[in-house]
């Protein structure tokens, strides 16, 4: 299956999908090639299609668990084979799939005696369990367990420490990264000036190695998209430091240059619930204390760029929709 093509000069690049497989349910496997290259090119492609299939993509974990009147998570309870610690372990592999931006709150409430499976985790609609079977806890008496939950989508690892301490409320170490390991391999052929990549893909079944491999390719272009914008003559030299001003902030700009004007006061009280942003970017934007429009205006381009999850394209789509509104 050809995934994409890419014109180089006299040249197609293709994408093919050479083997896909489901070892089960928290488990995917994918092979796939990208050729011709030149020489030299595929272990450039390689390894940084590596670095971010393993680092840059998001997941979804349960990062906090709150249970009633436990004083510290290596207590034991009555009625409970598991101690607080062994069920937290079990949260931690608990493999979930959502489209969310920040945290959400889930819970569990169960009465025993009984197995308690992910499938007992009552969760909101934008989040599903991968695998409904997985282990948390064995109740052996007839006992009510009640735990609060706490997820969050997010990258990379995440590593509790004693300040996110509370009680009855305990962090858990979040392995965000959806893609459990990456191999690349280079193969010459013909006059040895051409190169094929493969590249294998390990996913824990809350995304496919397909849809990884989009995802890395998608944040690998978003890493070059300011380069592509920047003109010549948009470089200022300063303190011997390169400083880029991309086409797209010249509507920022021009707002901003207008603060004093006493006009820019009446965009106060528009709160960006009035307006119509895409539900993920209303959340960045959230996520980031923004809650009116001038609040957004008051951002400069350097704290707009360092958002979490807000792209250049967000920030191209924003100022369209404020241009629209004003």
Known sequence: MILDKIKVSTQTLEW?????????????????????????????????????????????????????????????IIGIEESVQEILINLKEIVLRSNLYGTCDASISVRGPRCVTAQDIILPPSVE??????????????????????????????IKTPTNYQYGSYPIDAVFMPVRNVNHSIHSYGNENEEILFIEIWTNGSLTPREALFEASRNLIDFFIPFLHAEEENFDFEDNQDKVT???????????????????????????????????????????????????????????????????????????TLAKYL
């Open 129 to 158: 369990i991968i695998d409904n079977t997985q282990h948390i806890a064995s109740l052996t008496e007839p006992i009510n367990l009640c735990i609060g939950l706490q997820l969050e989508r997010n990258r990379g690892y995440c």
């Open 16 to 76: 093919k999908c050479v083997e896909a497989r489901t070892d089960s349910k928290r488990l995917s496997y994918g092979r796939f090639i990208l050729s011709p290259l030149i020489k030299g090119q595929a272990d450039t492609i390689g390894m940084a299609m590596r670095r971010v299939l393993l680092g840059a993509i998001e997941g979804t974990c349960i990062t906090r668990a709150k249970f009633e009147k436990i004083a510290h998570e290596y207590s034991t």
């Open 246 to 320: 991309l086409p797209l902030f010249n509507f920022h700009h021009k707002f901003t240059k207008r603060k004093k004007n006493k006009k820019i006061t009446t965009l106060k009280p528009i709160f960006i619930d009035q307006l119509e942003f895409p539900p993920r970017i209303y959340n960045c934007l959230k996520k980031a204390n923004i809650h009116t429009v001038l609040d957004f205006l008051n951002k400069s381009q350097e704290d707009l760029m360092i958002m979490d999850h807000f792209r250049i394209e967000d920030v191209k789509d924003t100022l369209d």
